[in-house]
């Protein structure tokens, strides 16, 4: 008498399996094909070996790739010459393709934070010997207007800088930095205008925090650089000794608002 309560619970269980994998299915979110844990990301071992860390010839200031391959590994890019950044140095983890670009836009705009081990892990390859970074002793990452992240609910460089700080030292400085103006999109702007727009943007809060520090400036994506040039001049105006900038991917165009 009590093996019909016992298989209806069986039943109901297998219901809210089924559910829930089709909810969040182990089957890789990029091809759709393969399968692919959380672990993972959800994205499967083809897709992964796709994405390509940035190796040299890089520019030496702001990291991003030579076109020409065969160059001279230390060069300095044309915008840098011109324009020298506040911040010390960026570097990318991994070339910005196609796939990286559509994944970082559904972590970014559409709450796909499944995907945060899969970047943990491109990060920490890319920069588990990288002295700059362990030279570091703060970690922030680039703030978003308030009402931006009101309306998001998260700050996708927040989680990622989350990631880099994990099992380190540095010290966590999320909240130091106060993004004042809610800046509008930036992809129709040219080089100039961009830097100019995203002057004075940005805002020190607690300065006392920061002071003879060497930072560690985490960000999602870098278009022109503003973005992380203008957090930099704030910061080492606020008393930081440097500021390195670290990001997922770089473009060379001006695809996105960063
Ligand atoms: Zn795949
Ligand atoms: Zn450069």
């Not at 308030?146 to 990622?160: D, F, M, S, T, V």
């Amino acid at each position: 008498m009590y093996r019909y309560p016992l298989l209806m619970s069986r039943r109901l269980m297998q219901i809210a399996s089924q559910a829930l994998c089709l909810v969040y299915p182990e089957v890789c979110q990029a091809c759709c094909i393969s399968l692919a844990t959380p672990e993972d990301g959800f994205l499967c071992e083809g897709c992964q070996r796709g994405v390509q860390p940035v190796l040299p010839p890089f520019c030496s200031r702001c990291g991003r790739p030579s076109e020409s391959q065969g160059g001279p590994l230390e060069w300095i890019c044309m915008d840098c010459s011109r324009r020298p950044y506040a911040f010390q140095s960026a570097r990318a983890a991994v070339h910005a393709s196609p796939l990286m670009l559509g994944l970082i836009h559904q972590f970014k705009y559409q709450g796909a934070l499944w995907m945060t081990p899969f970047f943990k892990q491109l990060m920490e390859c890319r920069w588990e010997h990288d002295h700059e970074v362990m030279a570091c002793e703060g970690i922030l990452p680039v703030p978003l207007h308030p009402l931006r992240k009101r309306e998001r609910g998260y700050n996708q460089a927040a989680i990622l800088a989350r990631m880099v700080s994990d099992g380190h030292r540095y010290q966590w400085l999320d909240g130091v930095l106060k993004r004042i103006a809610p800046n509008p999109s930036q992809t129709m702007l040219s080089r100039s205008m961009r830097f100019k727009n995203m002057a004075r943007a940005f805002e020190v809060q607690q300065p006392e925090r920061i002071l003879g520090k060497k930072l560690l400036l985490i960000d999602d994506v870098l278009t022109s650089g503003a973005t992380a040039d203008a957090c930099a001049q704030a910061c080492l105006q606020a008393g930081a000794t440097s500021v390195i900038v670290r990001t997922l991917v770089c473009v060379a165009k001006q695809r996105s608002s960063s």
